[in-house]
């Protein structure tokens, strides 16, 4: 799982470092987001096949 976070918070990262540092608070608000995102979607996913 741990290494799972990780490769999500690469993509998240990857899209997002290409804006402008000018906007960095932006970035981060869109990080955390992008992180809980994928999160949410991978859990629900687990439960899915968990439950099946």
Do not use: A, V
Not at 30 to 37: A, E, P, V, Y
Request: net charge negative.
């Amino acid at each position: 799982m741990i290494g799972y976070m990780d490769h999500i918070s690469g993509i998240c990262s990857n899209h997002l470092d290409r804006m402008p540092r000018e906007r960095e608070r932006e970035i981060q608000l869109l990080k955390d987001r992008c992180l809980s995102w994928y999160t949410k979607n991978f859990s629900d996913q687990i439960n899915e096949l968990s439950s099946s």
